[in-house]
């Protein structure tokens, strides 16, 4: 039986920044979010590149090996061309980006994640984070020098471990993830997540039955919440 999906995306400059490094593609079978890092330093070039790569795959066919090269090969032309970028500009600092993806491969998902964007799944209403952070306060908690609730305050919290863009090359994380587990797909910024916590979100995914709606309200919350980073949600829910 074939994948329906259903998928709609949401974005916002936030109250406070004046330009939108968040970028996002709807390529079905291909959905990607980045998060530009770099202000003047072309953040939202670094964003809108990668995901200008990784909407390619969305016109190919693959199987689990070819899916898994074709997104290494995408994310590695991304750093040469975010590299390049930085070597147009002197005197300023490279651009960089966290990316979040998601691939439908025959009977499953592709998941790819560099940063500290997100990806999250739910089935029967259960929300679960498929992706780890690629950040110091992560790595604080998985060692236990810090807990759960000190994570949202602590100073370093926007200190990002791995990403596009910084010299050389950092690996992503990739997942496979069953279709059939899998009735809706959430990648988000931090601009989301950081400011809305995982029983909001999972509220909003389980109320709001369609993805523009349930998009459009998380990136409501964030704004509620003040608004501090950009903020871009794209949703896409298995209906076949």
Same mark, same amino acid.
């Given at each position: 039986?074939? +994948?329906?999906?259903?998928? %709609? ?63 290494? !090969? ?8 975010? !590299? ?58 998985? %060692? ?44 988000? +910024? ?37 608004? !501090? ?12």
């Amino acid at each position: 039986m074939a +994948t329906d999906l259903r998928y %709609a995306a949401a974005t916002d400059v936030g109250l406070v920044r004046e330009v939108n490094e968040d970028a996002y593609v709807l390529a079905p079978p291909l959905f990607a979010v980045a998060d530009g890092m770099g202000g003047h330093a072309g953040g939202d070039v670094a964003s809108a590149i990668v995901v200008e790569e990784l909407g390619r795959l969305g016109e190919g066919t693959y199987d689990e090996a070819a899916a898994e090269a074709a997104v290494l !090969e995408a994310l590695l032309e991304s750093q040469r061309r975010i !590299e390049q970028h930085a070597h147009g500009g002197v005197g300023r600092a490279a651009p960089g980006t966290t990316v979040v993806a998601a691939l439908l491969v025959g009977e499953s998902w592709l998941l790819v994640n560099l940063g500290d964007s997100r990806v999250y799944r739910m089935k029967d209403g259960h929300l679960v984070q498929v992706s780890r952070d690629h950040s110091l306060v992560q790595e604080l908690l998985d %060692a236990g020098d810090i807990t759960e609730d000190e994570v949202a305050d602590h100073p370093e919290r926007h200190v990002i471990t791995r990403a596009l863009g910084g010299p050389g090359f950092s690996d992503p994380d990739l997942f496979w993830v069953d279709v059939a587990d899998t009735d809706r797909l959430l990648l988000c +910024t931090d601009g989301v997540n950081g400011f809305v916590d995982d029983e909001h979100i999972a509220r909003v995914l389980v109320t709001e039955a369609e993805p523009d709606a349930a998009a459009a309200a998380l990136v409501r919350l964030s704004l509620d919440a003040g608004g !501090e980073d950009n903020a871009t949600a794209v949703v896409v829910d298995v209906v076949g």
